[in-house]
């Protein structure tokens, strides 16, 4: 899959505000060298927010626009290329013009004789780095540092002395203002790479217009990622390095620089050296500069990939099967045939019940229902996919007919009645034979067996009693039986629903949030 992410990049510049830590955490702890990067925990937690873009891409498919896709997949690329360099190092540029002291500061800072100071500057547009902790070479490669260019710091001699700095790239660039074009291209690539601009200046030339419309008056709103250094401040008076320092100040403000930290050194002395030294070990604690732009490269695509979903999944209350059961039971004459099975059962009818012929129209408006049940909180083309994942209206209506033939519609009148109708015949029978040998015997007979006739009463009674019973248990089986056809017959319908339509979409419905869930946790 092909595709471009066009975004909007940073500024010119390239920095900004770097206060905070993600997640609460400081970058110089919990790190750990793989393949010979320093990767800490902001890498860690990029990767995993590019893994779950990842795994979204996936498990969305083809239920994602192809072009989103391409923009999502080259984004990816970018990011996981970026951070196989890790973005857990902070780099600090050290920019100034022509004798402003900086690669002596550079060296200062360092503590290690290594930057081009004094003739030899002039004559080099090569960027000098030096790097506290692991090998950034990687890293350094990706700036354009070439190998004879820089120095590793935190040697087994240093201890933890150094250590505050873990994760510190210090460069030191051309002077700006240098006559040689190729100088200022150097700075002008290198800037937008940095996390901190360090901007030293020295007592003679702070005001420069070189320095303020060339390069300060164009990083407004970058302030947080700024500090100008007043350097060389042993070469004034101490009573006058106050009134110095304000006017750097002032010369900010007039640039549209608010709140920029004006720091006084003298890279001769060490006087400040230490300050400056902790102003960018707290630097280092920041998220760096390819972090942030990581980050917003997969905020952006995850974006993308959130447009892609809807907010939710359907309510519990869409995905019931109980209306789609109602209709599948008319389609198929269920009321009717457990009506005549208790038909049957009560004696009324000799028929032998069955299903009849499903009706196609009405298998096809359950489907529809479902589907409009399901689909118009689902984005089209994963509202297509249960669509065509559930079952077609032939394969559902195939389906409820042979679920039906399992259910038993074979009916048998009640036992129990039918014995019962014979007892009461024989009672009515005895009643007649009694009363009869009663009433053919005369009146002597009854005068001398008054119980005769009581007896025959009595057997009528119970002959009407048992045929009452007979016909109410009739009744209480017929329905009995009907229920059972139509439980049957539903519980058998809501099976074809369960597995026809109910499970597709629950699992259309899962991988659709699985995709937000994994977009969500891309995206924070």
Not at 128 to 135: F, I, N, P, Y
Not at 267 to 272: I, K
């Amino acid at each position: 899959m092909t595709g471009a992410h066009t975004r909007q990049g940073d500024d010119a510049a390239g920095t900004g505000p770097s206060s905070t830590t993600s997640s609460g955490e400081h970058h110089g702890v919990h790190r750990d060298v793989l393949h010979g990067v320093l990767h800490g925990r902001e890498t860690e937690l990029l990767h995993a927010r590019v893994d779950a873009l990842d795994a979204a891409l996936v498990v969305g498919g083809t239920r994602l626009d192809e072009p989103v896709v391409g923009r999502v997949v080259s984004a990816v690329d970018r990011v996981r290329e970026r951070l196989e360099l890790g973005v857990d190092h902070t780099v600090v540029a050290l920019v100034g013009g022509t004798g402003s002291g900086k690669s002596s500061l550079f060296n200062a800072i360092s503590g290690l004789q290594f930057a081009d100071v004094g003739v030899k500057r002039p004559t080099t547009s090569e960027v000098t780095a030096c790097v506290w902790g692991e090998d950034g070479g990687p890293l350094l490669d990706w700036l354009g540092v070439v190998p004879d260019r820089r120095i590793e710091r935190e040697s087994l001699l240093d201890g933890e002395s150094e250590a505050v700095l873990r994760g510190l790239v210090l460069l030191d660039l051309p002077d700006h203002d240098s006559i040689a074009p190729e100088h200022r291209e150097t700075v002008d690539r290198m800037l937008p790479q940095a996390d901190v601009l360090v901007w030293v200046v020295d007592p003679q030339k702070y005001a420069d217009d070189a320095l303020h419309t060339g390069y300060l008056r164009g990083l407004v709103g970058h302030e947080a990622s700024m500090l100008v250094v007043l350097n060389q401040v042993d070469t004034v008076p101490s009573d006058v390095r106050p009134e110095l320092a304000r006017d750097v100040a002032r010369l900010l403000v007039d640039d549209g620089l608010v709140g920029v930290p004006v720091h006084e050194v003298s890279a001769r002395t060490g006087e400040g050296v230490a300050g400056l030294r902790a102003r960018l070990a707290a630097g280092v604690e920041t998220r760096s500069l390819a972090a942030r732009r990581a980050g917003a490269e997969v905020h952006d695509a995850a974006g993308l990939l959130a447009a892609q979903v809807a907010a939710s999944e359907p309510p519990p209350s869409a995905l019931s099967v109980g209306e789609v059961v109602d209709t599948l039971s008319d389609a198929a004459g269920l009321t009717a045939v457990a009506g005549a099975v208790a038909a049957v059962v009560r004696g009324g009818s000799s028929d032998r019940p069955a299903f009849g012929a499903v009706q196609e129209d009405a298998v096809g408006l359950a489907r529809s229902a479902w589907l409009d049940a399901v689909a118009p909180s689902l984005p089209r083309r994963w509202a297509q996919d249960v669509s065509s994942r559930v079952a077609t209206t032939a394969e559902l209506r195939l389906a409820v007919t042979d679920a039906l033939t399992q259910v038993t519609v074979a009916a048998r009148r009640s036992v129990l009645a039918a014995w019962l109708v014979v007892l009461a015949l024989l009672l009515g029978l005895g009643a007649v034979v009694v009363g009869g040998v009663a009433l053919g015997s005369g009146m002597s007979s009854v005068r001398a067996n008054p119980w005769a006739p009581v007896v025959a009463g009595v057997l009528v009674v119970a002959a009407v009693l048992v045929a009452v019973a007979a016909a109410s248990t009739r009744r209480a089986a017929a329905r009995r039986r009907a229920a059972r056809v139509l439980r049957d017959g539903r519980s058998a319908l809501d099976g074809v629903a369960r597995v026809r339509l109910l499970e597709p979409t629950q699992a259309v419905l899962a991988e659709h949030r699985r995709v937000r869930e994994l977009v969500a946790s891309a995206r924070d």
